[in-house]
């Protein structure tokens, strides 16, 4: 069976430091992975996507993951946190290869302090 | 570029009305549709994929005679919820593929839904 899990519901950090979202996944397949950003009441807005080809992915507003098969994780880090960086993350897996069938995590409430 | 519209943003009505919420892709065509519900605190449940000139497929558990999915034209699909009641109150998102089978999937801005 497919599934996604986002290891922590909330994660809280200090402006200026280094955020990581952890993220494990489970496919049969050579799943492509992404993460999704959600401010709130907004829809969700895509950070980057890894679909087999370069293990490190980098997105927009300086996030990146990096893809290993070995302990099937695609951690979401970013070296320094920003204010609006506050919302929802969500670590997705397609593992339908078609991207028509979306698993998505349960999210990860990130909260940034001054 | 690949931006989703949704409209109206947010809507609150009786039970036992029907709400139709629109989806856009403004530039782009999108082959495929996808319309999900979310629970506050929760994350995206996929309700049913719909493809253009086509019958939508639903997801188990959706009733496809409640959430009544069109998609006219490769732009615009939309969702009828009929005689909504509280329980159906949610936050509603579609998302649309340039070409089925390209795996990125773009987001509209999501539809609040109220039913009094």
């Known amino acids: 069976a497919q599934s996604v899990t986002q290891l922590d519901s909330h994660v809280s950090v200090s402006e200026g430091t280094p955020v990581l979202l952890r993220c494990n996944y489970s496919?049969?397949?050579?799943?492509?992975l992404f993460w999704y950003v959600q401010h709130p009441n907004k829809g969700l807005q895509l950070l980057l996507k890894y679909t087999s080809a370069a293990t490190l992915v980098k997105g927009i507003n300086g996030f990146e993951a990096e893809f290993k098969k070995s302990e099937t994780s695609f951690h979401l880090t970013k070296p320094s946190a920003h204010m609006s960086d506050a919302a929802e993350y969500f670590c997705v897996v397609d593992h339908t290869g078609g991207g028509n069938k979306l698993t998505f995590g349960t999210g990860t409430q990130l909260k940034v302090e001054l | 570029g690949a931006v989703v519209s949704q409209h109206p943003s947010w809507v609150i009505c009786k039970s036992g009305t029907s709400v139709k919420i629109e989806c856009r892709s403004l530039?782009?065509?999108?082959?495929?549709m996808f319309w999900y519900r979310q629970f506050p605190k929760q994350s995206l449940m996929l309700m049913a994929t719909?493809?253009?000139?086509?019958?939508?497929?639903?997801e188990q558990g959706v009733e496809k005679d409640k959430f009544l999915i069109n998609h006219a034209s490769l732009t615009l699909s939309t969702l009828t919820v009929t005689s909504a009641h509280p329980e159906d109150s949610s936050f509603y998102i579609c998302?649309?593929?340039?070409?089925?089978?390209?795996?990125?999937?773009?987001f509209g801005p999501g539809t609040r839904l109220t039913v009094l």
């Open positions: 496919s049969s397949y050579s799943p492509s």
């Open positions: 719909s493809n253009e000139g086509s019958k939508a497929t639903y």
């Open positions: 530039d782009f065509q999108a082959t495929t």
């Open positions: 998302s649309a593929q340039i070409a089925s089978g390209t795996d990125t999937q773009y």
